[in-house]
């Protein structure tokens, strides 16, 4: 009991917001008696339109990933195919390239002379592929924004669409 004598004196800040919190529960306010006037009057007997949004459907979305390590793109792929089948997407082929990519840069040791003397840079680009099928709009969206946002340094993520639309009226379906 002493500890809490000498908190609650030792501590202004407490001891004020327990006693405004006090005062709030214990005052009341008068109830309001002034009526609410619209501001604008509703229109009478208009035809109420609700056009229904239908959702994008796509056949196919292509994730293409690029990266310098082959490791990090591997736990990265894990990691999104994971990611689809908790939000059950239907992941139909997931490979990768077998060979990387490789970009070599030649340049001069010495840029006034020794020609002779040259050193090579090379880049190799590691690349993993993933297709997911059949999906709706917003299942894609909230999936790729999830991916994008924990995507690692180092990778570079691609994507392709393929979207399911109806045929034009002018096209007539085969008897």
């Not at 010495?110 to 999906?135: D, N, P």
Request: aromatic share 8%; with cysteine.
């Amino acid at each position: 009991m002493n500890i809490v004598k000498n908190i609650w004196r030792t501590v202004p800040t407490l001891r004020n917001n327990f006693l405004n919190y006090n005062t709030l529960l214990h005052t009341t306010r008068p109830l309001s008696t002034a009526t609410v006037t619209p501001l604008v009057k509703p229109i009478e007997n208009a035809p109420q339109q609700i056009d229904p949004v239908l959702d994008k459907l796509y056949r196919r979305v292509e994730l293409e990933m690029r990266g310098i390590d082959p490791a990090v793109l591997l736990s990265y792929s894990w990691f999104c195919i994971a990611a689809a089948s908790h939000l059950g997407i239907d992941v139909t082929k997931s490979w990768a390239l077998r060979k990387a990519e490789k970009e070599r840069h030649t340049l001069l040791r010495c840029v006034h002379i020794y020609k002779k003397h040259r050193v090579q840079y090379e880049i190799r680009t590691y690349f993993r592929f993933i297709h997911l099928q059949r999906l709706t709009g917003s299942t894609c969206d909230t999936y790729l924004e999830y991916i994008e946002r924990n995507l690692p340094e180092g990778c570079a993520l691609k994507v392709t669409k393929i979207e399911c639309q109806k045929l034009p009226e002018h096209i007539i379906p085969p008897n």
